[in-house]
């Protein structure tokens, strides 16, 4: 066990926090990031996580990951690693569960297609887009847009932002002007998400079939955990074979975290949550080696598992999709829901153009895969008239 204070000094923490947007009074009986989280599960984005393809398009099978069981596991190992190293677990678990809020229908596919689109008004980015969705698009409060999160939850939530766009967003955009860091706790949800996704997709693509066992034996963190279980259990059963390897993977990578983080907090010794935005590297990072290994993973999860042929073909088919919806909606705004149409009329008289397209790529980010492909139908099928 390590020696660290529940709550570490340099964790964020409601007394530095740089506060919200529109001030509130407190919660009596929750801390400002638990209300944070509240906020974000009541929203409707969160909600729609369901339906949203992580890798493979939702309606194949109902054993896959979608956003939102993403987003539940990437809280659940920030959380772990939090915990460990004295930091913020309600902020974590709140810029968690946010941090996919912006994405497209059909995952990285729909994100590009969607960039394309918007290719002369600005460009679409999901990370951008997710921050757009908590501070001005999800419309449930009298007194503001938005959820009104705090500076820390939405500085988390903005893992990386472009020059040109970072300096449109005032205090937030600084860091990334500045070359400086987010707070510790916007640190652990940006390696628990590649944890995450790295080993679900294992799972997923080895259930899918798209890759193998034996083909994941090339990977040095999959080699060794599959020797270890085989030779405790020589005769175990594909399926838990699998999970037995992938249980280990994420231990080994939590645990080599939060060993190595712990080194080097101890070493940059921060007092305070500004001390860790000035250092000039992040804090929460895995070993050298174990970074390797992780590298190594993603490069084959590229090479043989998002461009195998039966993902490239779904994901050619869902840009198709995206492309024609948006300009379907571009050039004729009457398809639109009427508040939409309102909001358009709106952002389009003071912006233009951009304001128009804005006001689409939002409707059409905003759809889950099922929504997308139903109203492509309804739209493009001249059989169906609804
Ligand atoms: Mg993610």
Known sequence: MNSFPKI??????????RGRSYPEDAPPYRSEYQRDRDRIIHSSAFRRLEYKTQVFVNHEGDMFRTRLTHSIEVAQIGRAIARALGLNEDLTEAISLAHDLGHTPFGHAGQDALNNCMEDYGGFEHNLQSLRVVDELEQRYA???????????????????????????????????????????????????????????????????????????????????????KEKHPDIGTRQLTHEIIRHMINQQV??????????????????????RMHKQTLIRFSKPMHEQHTELKRFLRQNLYRHHRVHRMSVKSRHILQKLFTAFFQDPL????????????????????????????????????????????????????
């Open 255 to 276: 645990v080599d975290l939060i060993q190595t983080s712990i080194e080097l907090l101890k070493q940059a010794a921060p007092k305070n949550i500004d001390d860790v």
């Open 335 to 386: 398809l639109l829901p009427p508040e939409h149409q309102q909001r358009l009329s709106q952002l389009e008289s003071s912006l233009g153009e951009p304001g128009r397209a804005r006001v689409v790529a939002d409707y059409v980010a905003g759809m889950t895969d099922r929504f997308a492909i139903n109203e492509s139908r309804k739209l493009f099928d001249s059989l169906e008239l609804t």
């Open 143 to 229: 007194n503001f847009n938005g959820l009104n999160l705090t500076f820390e939850t939405r500085e988390g939530i903005l893992k990386h932002c472009s020059p040109e766009n970072a300096q449109q967003l005032g205090q937030l955009g600084e860091r990334f002007l500045n070359k400086q860091q987010p707070g510790l706790e916007a640190q652990v949800t940006n390696i628990a998400d590649a944890i995450a996704y790295n080993n679900h997709d294992i799972d997923d693509g080895l259930r899918a079939g798209l890759i193998t066992i034996e083909q994941l034996r090339e990977a040095t963190l999959f080699e060794a955990q599959y020797l270890q279980v």
């Open 8 to 17: 570490a000094p340099y964790a964020a923490s409601t007394d530095s926090s």
